[in-house]
């Protein structure tokens, strides 16, 4: 199989994560926005284990509650409330909203059966948005699968081989880090540093996220920078990043605050060398937006208009298939639905407020990948506890141009949110973590429309604790996935010999 260079996938139109301009606000021609909010400022963080925290248990991915104790330092603090004030008041007004919210679903549900039954499942509805979809009936994705609790998850990138970096969330909600930056075959080792063997498997990159993080949000740009970013403590935006030198700034412990207050998680991308775009859910259930440029720095935050539904507090789903176009997804939280808008390079489509609904009944946070330009690929957990497949074709004619929700999994349940890394132009790799703790994956093959295996997935490993997550660093796809015994598991698909290795087992990249 033939894949492009690295250079290529790294920063190609049809690889490219980007996000929009501002919901509420256009940008003037300088591209800068308007209200400042709060300065931006480096903080120190206190990694004791004495703060409030959340700690993510890998071995059974049951999150347990450690005792609570104030800090007392209040370096970290900022005028806001705190964040377990926030996070108490966001948790009982979204339980107060959840109650009368079902209590209205109860209703319609027994008056469209009243009306005729629900008969073949969950249609796909799309308004007068370009592109427009098909609104054939889908399959049915309903079911008895309630939607499922996140589960944390390890981050990688690479600017090409043998460049890989990959970042987890320890037990106790912090994060850490380690890379490899040569393939480490010429000296007999791995490469990884921090060195595998040993206590110290990882490198701490200093501070303390906020309850509901899951992940560092990373990305690799122009072959020299790497920019991550977390919720912090206090449920503000924070980041950090190094160069080559692969030295952090603002230093090894300290993080930028970019303010804010998430009650989601980041999702973080770049159509560019010199764009940055960080996307979240506020405490209005509504998408806001922060923008990075190298001639102007960051913006300040720009708070999006509440559509005609509120979201679920998955990080937004985001991806690009050229510069100024990019497609976002999110999850209605009364209907478990599809949501959908994009930006062609000078409007917001369906409109600045409204959203395209695409159906479904989606249990996990949704995933995108676009294997080239005018495609789109989504998969996401189904009521059914299935794996769903959903894809967006512009060579297709318009009212053709998405497809039915598929269930691609058979008889195979999946947990959490499943992962998707594009190859090249026609062939896709997806993955999932198993009900029965397995990894599986599949591919996609644009051409003729089919997926190997045909029925079910290959099992590539057992025992995982959370959802994988995958990258392609230009000649092989690696995947990494927490598991059952603490450790942090990493395998590889070479392209040249289009074999997984270690062949049924993992590369144990040590306790986190």
């Known amino acids: ?31 800068r926005f308007q209200e400042a909010t709060t300065d931006k400022q480096a903080l120190i963080f206190d990694p004791s284990p004495e703060k409030q925290a959340l700690i993510f248990n890998h071995g059974s991915s049951d999150p347990i ?19 377990r004030d926030r996070t108490e008041s966001i948790r009982g007004w979204k339980r107060n909203r959840k109650r009368w919210m079902i209590a209205g679903i109860v209703a319609l549900v027994a008056i469209a059966a009243l009306a005729g039954g629900l008969g073949g499942g969950l249609t796909s509805k799309h308004s007068k948005s370009k592109p427009s979809a098909t609104s054939t009936p889908s399959p049915t994705m309903s079911g008895t699968a309630a939607a499922l609790e996140s589960y944390a998850f390890p981050t990688a990138v690479s600017w090409g081989y043998p460049h890989l970096e990959v970042f987890a969330l320890n037990s106790s909600i912090f994060p850490e880090w380690k890379y490899r930056t040569s393939s480490g075959q010429s000296s007999g080792t791995t490469g990884w540093q921090p060195a595998t063997d040993g206590t110290g498997a990882f490198e701490s990159i200093g501070g303390q996220t906020s309850p509901h993080e899951l992940a560092v949000a990373a990305l690799a740009r122009n072959g020299t920078n790497v920019n991550v970013f977390v919720s912090g403590e206090a449920l503000n935006l924070d980041t950090k990043h190094h160069d080559t030198s692969m030295v952090w700034g603002p230093s090894d412990i300290l993080w930028t605050n970019l303010a ?4 989601s998680p980041p999702t973080a991308a770049s159509w560019g060398a010199d764009r940055m775009d960080v996307f979240v859910i506020n405490t209005g259930d509504s998408l806001s937006q922060l923008v990075w440029t190298s001639d102007d720095g960051w913006s300040d935050w720009v708070f999006g208009v509440s559509g005609p539904v509120y979201f679920n507090s998955y990080a937004p789903t985001v991806v690009s298939w050229a510069e100024n176009r990019y497609d976002i997804f999110l999850v209605g939280g009364p209907d478990q639905a599809l949501y959908h808008r994009y930006w062609d390079g000078s409007n917001w489509e369906p409109s600045t407020t409204d959203y395209e609904n695409l159906g479904g009944f989606c249990t996990s946070r949704p995933v995108a990948a676009s294997r080239k330009a005018g495609s789109l690929d989504i998969l996401v957990r189904g009521g059914d506890a299935g794996l769903w497949h959903m894809s967006f074709s512009q060579d297709q004619p318009t009212p053709e141009q998405w497809s039915n929700w598929t ?18 132009a026609n062939n896709l790799h997806v993955f999932a973590w198993g009900s029965d703790g397995t990894l599986l994956h599949k591919t996609f093959h644009a051409g003729n429309s089919s997926w190997t295996p045909e029925i079910g997935f290959d099992v590539l490993g057992q025992d995982l604790s959370g959802p994988p997550k995958a990258v392609n660093d ?19 698909w070479d392209a040249a010999s289009t074999q997984w290795s270690p062949q049924g087992s993992f590369e144990l990249l040590g306790a986190v």
Not at 260 to 263: A, D, E, H, Q, W
Not at 409 to 415: D, E, I, K, P, Y
Not at 474 to 492: E, M, P
Request: charged letters at 20%; zero cysteines; hydrophobic letters at 30%.
């Open 407 to 424: 269930q691609i999994s058979g008889n195979q349940t999946v947990q959490a949110e499943p992962e998707a890394v594009r190859w090249d």
């Open 474 to 492: 230009g000649q092989s796809i690696h995947v990494f996935a927490y598991l059952k015994d603490g450790q942090l598991g990493h395998k590889t």
């Open 1 to 31: 199989m033939e894949n492009e260079s690295y250079s290529q996938l790294e920063v190609a139109p049809s690889e490219r994560i980007s996000h929009p301009p501002p919901q509420s606000l256009q940008p003037d021609r300088g591209g």
């Open 260 to 263: 804010g207050i998430l009650t």
């Open 65 to 83: 509650a450690l005792p609570a104790k104030e800090p007392e330092s209040t370096a970290y603090r900022t005028e806001l409330p705190t964040w």
